[in-house]
Nanobody, 120 residues
Framework: QVQVVESGGGSVQAGGSLTLSCTAS?????MAWFRQAPGKEREGVAR????????YYADTVKGRFTISHDKDKNTLSLQMDSLKPEDTAMYYC????????????????WGQGTQVTVTS
C-alpha cells in the first residue's frame, strides 16, 4: 500500500501562482495530478515517470503548469502559473506502480485532495 498526501492548495487571484506538493510513502514509477471541479468529471492535469522525469501535460494547462519529482524526498510538485478561474477545482495526487501510465489509465493510489480557488 502507498499513502499519498497533498498540500499547498489555497485561494489566489487570476494571473497568480500556486505550488502543490505531494508525498508518497513509497517509491513509485508513476505520479500524476488530477483535478475535479464541482459538477464536472475528473480531469488529468499532468503526469511524470519518476525514474526518468518525463512529463506530460493536458492541453488545458500546457505552458502554465510544471510537474516535477524529487527522487530523494519522493515528493511530487505542481507549479501553477498564470492561473485562471477555470483552474478552480479540487486537485488530487495519484500514484501507480508498473509500466508508464497515461492520464486515462487506472491509477492505484490517491490522496484526499487539496482545494485550489482562483478568483477573477
Amino acid at each position: 500500500q502507498v499513502q499519498v498526501v497533498e498540500s499547498g492548495g489555497g485561494s489566489v487571484q487570476a494571473g497568480g501562482s500556486l505550488t502543490l506538493s505531494c508525498t508518497a510513502s513509497r517509491s513509485v514509477t508513476n505520479m500524476a495530478w488530477f483535478r475535479q471541479a464541482p459538477g464536472k468529471e475528473r480531469e488529468g492535469v499532468a503526469r511524470i515517470y519518476t525514474g526518468v522525469g518525463v512529463p506530460y501535460y493536458a492541453d488545458t494547462v500546457k505552458g502554465r503548469f510544471t510537474i516535477s519529482h524529487d527522487k530523494d524526498k519522493n515528493t511530487l510538485s505542481l507549479q501553477m502559473d498564470s492561473l485562471k478561474p477555470e483552474d478552480t477545482a479540487m486537485y488530487y495526487c495519484a500514484a501507480a506502480r508498473g509500466a508508464g501510465k497515461g492520464l486515462g489509465d487506472r491509477w492505484d493510489y490517491w490522496g484526499q485532495g487539496t482545494q485550489v480557488t482562483v478568483t477573477s
